[in-house]
């Protein structure tokens, strides 16, 4: 890879190892926080021919919402007519597009991932380690991913991955999955959100070849903020006279 360690020195095991300990613990962070955030998510999927011109489409907008209740849900804004004509969209496709092509490698699952450091990167400016990535194994209907991530070398989050969605199983036996590139972006100050997805592959079908492009954006992240308030105990106390709410 070009560019690869050509900065910075080389570091011992125990350095890499604690910048793996440092970075998962981030992620499991952005994670759970990433939990109280509305987004709207758009996924488009084309089917080429051998030519490269679209000969059939996949489109979805969903707005990741809550409900009055705070519950976390999706709803469909946008779905017109499906033309896909030789792709048909899977239920291991749904958990890739909500779990693996936005990857988030936290303390809870970096056990389950041989993890080997390739260097150092700059990337648009940024400073990042490098790391290969892939299932120590693999437990039938869960899906993994398998490729290269770049984590911010400051905030120790990832900024950017590259790899394909696997997994094991007789569902999957005859599905092909694309590869794929996820660039993240910070958003609040603090953590780096998944902004696009892209990936332009040809996926070896027994049939035959079959190009495909596909783009999935996540944008207008927004903090959900709850105005409920708990209390504990068995103690009531008499309630005091509510304040005028600021307009």
Same mark, same amino acid.
């Given at each position: 890879?070009?560019?690869?360690?050509?900065?910075?020195?080389?570091?011992?095991?125990?350095?890499?190892?604690?910048?793996?300990?440092?970075?998962?613990?981030?992620?499991?962070?952005?994670?759970?926080?990433?939990?109280?955030?509305?987004?709207?998510?758009?996924?488009?999927?084309?089917?080429?021919?051998?030519?490269?011109?679209?000969?059939?489409?996949?489109?979805?907008?969903?707005?990741?919402?809550?409900?009055?209740? &705070? @519950? !976390?849900? /999706?709803?469909?804004? %946008?779905?017109?007519?499906? =033309?896909?004509?030789?792709?048909?969209?899977?239920?291991?496709?749904?958990?890739?597009?909500?779990?693996?092509?936005?990857?988030?490698?936290?303390?809870?699952?970096?056990?389950?991932?041989?993890?080997?450091?390739?260097?150092?990167?700059?990337?648009?400016?940024?400073?990042?380690?490098?790391?290969?990535?892939?299932?120590?194994?693999?437990?039938?209907?869960?899906?993994?991913?398998?490729?290269?991530?770049?984590?911010?070398?400051?905030?120790?989050?990832?900024?950017?991955?590259?790899?394909?969605?696997?997994?094991? &199983? @007789? !569902?999957? /036996?005859?599905?092909? %999955?694309?590869?794929?590139? =996820?660039?993240?972006?910070?958003?609040?100050?603090?953590?780096?959100?998944?902004?696009?997805?892209?990936?332009?592959?040809?996926?070896?079908?027994?049939?035959?070849?079959?190009?495909?492009?596909?783009?999935?954006?996540?944008?207008?992240?927004?903090?959900?903020?709850?105005?409920?308030?708990?209390?504990?105990?068995?103690?009531?106390?008499?309630?005091?006279?509510?304040?005028?709410?600021?307009?």
């Amino acid at each position: 890879m070009l560019g690869l360690a050509a900065w910075g020195q080389e570091m011992s095991e125990a350095e890499v190892n604690e910048i793996i300990r440092k970075f998962a613990a981030k992620e499991a962070e952005f994670a759970k926080a990433r939990e109280n955030y509305t987004y709207r998510q758009r996924f488009r999927i084309e089917e080429l021919d051998m030519s490269g011109r679209m000969v059939g489409k996949m489109e979805t907008v969903a707005d990741i919402i809550f409900t009055a209740e &705070g @519950k !976390r849900t /999706e709803r469909v804004v %946008f779905a017109p007519m499906n =033309t896909l004509q030789g792709l048909q969209l899977t239920p291991e496709d749904e958990q890739d597009l909500r779990n693996v092509q936005p990857f988030v490698l936290t303390t809870k699952d970096v056990n389950d991932y041989k993890i080997r450091f390739l260097g150092k990167e700059k990337i648009d400016e940024i400073g990042t380690y490098v790391f290969a990535v892939k299932p120590k194994q693999m437990v039938e209907g869960k899906r993994y991913f398998g490729g290269t991530i770049w984590v911010d070398d400051r905030d120790l989050q990832i900024v950017k991955t590259y790899g394909r969605a696997i997994g094991v &199983g @007789k !569902r999957v /036996e005859k599905q092909r %999955f694309p590869k794929f590139e =996820t660039w993240r972006e910070q958003i609040d100050g603090k953590y780096w959100f998944p902004t696009y997805t892209a990936a332009n592959d040809t996926l070896p079908f027994e049939s035959g070849p079959l190009p495909i492009k596909m783009l999935v954006t996540y944008k207008d992240y927004k903090q959900f903020k709850s105005e409920s308030t708990i209390t504990y105990g068995d103690e009531v106390e008499q309630p005091k006279p509510e304040a005028p709410k600021k307009q």
